[in-house]
């Protein structure tokens, strides 16, 4: 693929507790100078979208550890789409899916998905699971409506894996995220089968095609 396909893969992301509003710009010139996205915190998704308007931005939902009610992550969906936001990161109910709610799980989605008509990437924090319970998530995601999943909050032990993207690319496109800091790394994933890459690095693994 050509560069700025390359870069449109790319998720550029900063979402760090100490994530100031001049970080969430910084990111932002950086997305529209290399043609990439941005991944911010919801409390700046309207002063982003204010600023730079053209970048496609995502934004978490129930992050980092997706133990929020299903009404808070709803209420959480509907804001950021008023406030801008072209994509939502929506992170599972990690201790739900391992005590077996899958239904829990896959009714939390649904009611999220329903909210607004934006994206939905489902965030299953592979690094906390194992392969069956990876497998579980990602059909409570699919079975939700969900348009892809993503690996890692970043947060967990551990981040994407080549196995986990073509495990989970057998239901839903993959977002990979989760230590993917190099251009080397990303390509790697993009060739296990994913579709986006989550990093805050993206400047530096654009930079790396050249």
């Known amino acids: 693929m050509d ?12 979402l760090g507790p100490t994530t100031t509003l001049a970080d969430v710009e910084r990111v932002l010139d950086e997305a529209r100078e290399y043609g990439m996205n941005a991944c ?14 053209e970048v496609t931005l995502a934004t978490v939902i129930g992050f980092p550890h997706g133990q929020h009610t299903p009404e808070t992550k709803v ?11 072209t994509e939502l990161d929506v992170v599972i109910n990690v201790g ?8 829990a799980v896959r009714e ?10 934006l994206r939905v990437k489902v965030i299953i924090e592979a690094p906390l699971l194992t392969d069956e319970e990876k497998h579980r998530a990602c059909e409570a995601a699919e079975a939700a409506g ?13 981040g994407a894996t080549v196995a986990d993207v073509e495990l989970m690319s057998e239901y839903l496109p993959v977002k990979a995220s989760g ?6 790394a990303a390509t790697a994933m993009l060739d296990a089968g994913a579709e986006r890459i989550g990093a805050s690095s993206g400047v530096a693994i654009v930079e790396g095609y050249e």
């Open 75 to 85: 209420t959480e969906a509907e804001q950021a789409r008023t406030d801008g936001a």
């Open 108 to 117: 939390e989605l649904v009611a999220v998905v329903e909210a607004t008509p």
């Open 3 to 14: 560069r700025d396909t390359f870069a449109a893969r790319i998720d550029h992301t900063v």
């Open 96 to 103: 739900r899916l391992k005590a077996g709610e899958d239904a």
């Open 179 to 184: 230590g993917v800091g190099s251009y080397e």
């Open 146 to 158: 969900a348009r892809m999943v993503k690996t890692s909050t970043g947060y967990a032990d551990g």
């Open 40 to 53: 911010i915190p919801p409390c700046y998704v309207a002063e982003a979208t204010a600023y730079a308007s």
